[in-house]
């Protein structure tokens, strides 16, 4: 038995859809975590699993983030008794983005095809998801990011080419990159999830050095283009108390308010970043120089 099992309570969705529960603590615990803790806490390492919806609730501002992979058949998102709705998004927002095979997501009975890179923004009130691969030799994987709403506002579609793009860091100090912010108030209205994509350049690892925190809102990273032999190394904690998890491939970690957030990796990767909390400010950040770090 699994002695972290108490901080920790899974509960089956209707349908192929399954939940995890991670509750929030408070900063001066992760002080005191070993190795096998931080990961029970913080860590995901299921994000993707044939013909399930793979679903993990934080306490951490209310977020629910997780994978569907639709192969053999289509996967329709369903609530919870927990949750206490009737559907998924009566009283929720959902960012999805496709980091596998051509597919698509009926909302509604209305259809949107989604390649690699390309997203939704879901609003509140939306009744049926419903999610498919093209081609069960090179499913999709559907990466979504959902968050308690006030509102109801339209769906929209949205790709590399209408994100907000911004270049940065160099290759001197390997972390030159690109950000593509989808679910951003230049590109689409949403009650508090921010959602995007950042890809670094080859030759290049560390994706937020130097780092920082935002004490209005989390963060939940989620590493993926990353050779199965490699690793990534994510950093986490207050700037004095810092730790790290070791990542694989298509693996997530739940970054609270007070923990920085940053990681280097072996080889260079793609990691999705979701945000949820009472700021959509991108640049609403408290930034920590590398020699202050301990």
Request: charged share 25%.
């Amino acid at each position: 038995m699994n002695r972290y099992n108490n901080n920790r309570k899974k509960f089956k969705l209707i349908g192929e859809n399954n939940m995890d529960i991670r509750y929030a603590n408070h900063p001066k615990d992760s002080k005191k975590y070993d190795t096998e803790e931080l990961r029970e806490n913080y860590l995901q390492e299921k994000i993707f699993s044939k013909d399930e919806i793979c679903l993990t609730y934080s306490h951490v501002d209310r977020i629910i983030f997780g994978g569907v992979m639709p192969v053999d058949k289509k996967l329709t998102l369903s609530s919870a008794e927990e949750l206490k709705a009737e559907y998924f998004l009566e009283r929720r927002e959902m960012g999805a983005i496709n980091v596998g095979g051509k597919g698509t997501v009926i909302l509604d009975g209305t259809t949107y095809e989604l390649d690699k890179y390309e997203g939704l923004y879901i609003g509140k009130g939306t009744k049926e998801v419903v999610f498919v691969s093209e081609n069960e030799s090179n499913p999709a994987k559907f990466y979504i990011n959902s968050a308690p709403a006030h509102a109801s506002y339209p769906i929209v579609k949205i790709d590399r080419k209408n994100a907000v793009i911004v270049d940065l860091g160099d290759s001197k100090n390997m972390n030159k990159r690109t950000i593509y912010k989808f679910l951003h108030p230049n590109v689409c209205k949403t009650c508090q999830l921010s959602m995007g994509v950042t890809m670094l350049d080859e030759g290049n690892s560390w994706n937020s050095m130097p780092c920082h925190t935002h004490e209005r809102r989390m963060e939940v990273y989620f590493y993926f283009d990353l050779p199965e032999d490699q690793r990534i190394f994510h950093l986490m904690g207050q700037q004095n108390e810092t730790r790290h998890i070791v990542m694989a491939n298509e693996q997530a970690v739940i970054s609270p308010s007070w923990s920085i957030h940053a990681g280097v990796g072996t080889s260079n990767y793609t990691f999705i970043w979701g945000m949820c909390g009472e700021n959509q400010d991108f640049d609403d950040m408290d930034n920590i120089a590398i020699k202050d770090l301990k």
